[in-house]
């Protein structure tokens, strides 16, 4: 069965400093994989996503993940945060079975300190 | 531009009331969504529809009803059933429930809250 997890509730950047957030998924197919942002009390927005080309992929606002099936991982990265990017970050995996749903992760709340 | 257009943005329930909140999408997607979202946690799924007439229940349908009589539009309604209905409710569409590899479209959400 397909799952994601994302390995922090919280993560918290000074301005100008790079942005990690990690995200490990459980597939028994190959999956498509996206990273959406929500800015408080909006809807979410698709940032980037993976569906089996490059392993790199880059998305809007700087952010790039990449794909390593080896460790199960699409982690989110951004080399310089900047304050409006401040939001909530969700991993979302595709479940390729029968129910064709959109997995997705609890969430990782991003502060950017000035 | 096309979208999903949610509405209202903020509504108010008095306790024991049934009220219905919009989603109305011009993408010409086939498949459409209703999430919950409570604060601290990821979205749960209510209500999908795949095609016209047809719906599916998620995850957390109990205190709910949906409708999908045109393509364009998914009310749901949040019943008197519903024991704890104040939350963010999110409507999302895709080309089709197959077609995963584009991901969902979201609304920019309703806030509910019982009074």
């Known amino acids: 069965a397909q799952s994601v997890t994302q390995l922090d509730s919280h993560v918290s950047v000074s301005e100008g400093t790079p942005v990690l957030l990690r995200c490990n998924y459980s597939s028994s197919y190959s999956p498509s994989l996206f990273w959406y942002v929500q800015h408080p009390n909006k809807g979410l927005q698709l940032l980037l996503k993976?569906?089996?080309?490059?392993?790199l992929v880059k998305g809007i606002n700087g952010f790039e993940a990449e794909f390593k099936k080896s460790e199960t991982s699409f982690h989110l990265t951004k080399p310089s945060a900047h304050m409006s990017d401040a939001a909530e970050y969700f991993c979302?995996?595709?479940?390729?079975?029968?129910?064709?749903?959109?997995?997705f992760g609890s969430g990782t709340r991003l502060l950017v300190r000035p | 531009d096309g979208g999903i257009t949610q509405s209202p943005k903020y509504l108010f329930r008095k306790e024991g009331q049934n009220v219905t909140l919009s989603c109305e999408q011009n993408l010409n997607h086939d498949a459409m969504y209703w999430y919950r979202q409570d604060p601290g946690q990821g979205l749960r799924l209510i209500y999908y529809s795949q095609i016209v007439n047809d719906f599916q229940k998620g995850d957390i349908a109990e205190g709910y009803s949906v409708s999908r009589e045109k393509k364009e539009s998914f009310p749901l309604t949040v019943t008197s059933a519903q024991k704890n209905p104040t939350a963010f409710y999110l409507c999302?569409?895709?080309?089709?429930?197959?077609?995963?590899?584009?991901?969902?479209?979201f609304g920019s959400g309703t806030r509910l809250t019982v009074v």
């Open positions: 979302v995996v595709s479940r390729m079975d029968s129910s064709y749903k959109l997995i």
């Open positions: 993976y569906t089996s080309a490059a392993t």
């Open positions: 999302a569409s895709s080309p089709s429930r197959q077609a995963l590899n584009y991901g969902y479209t």
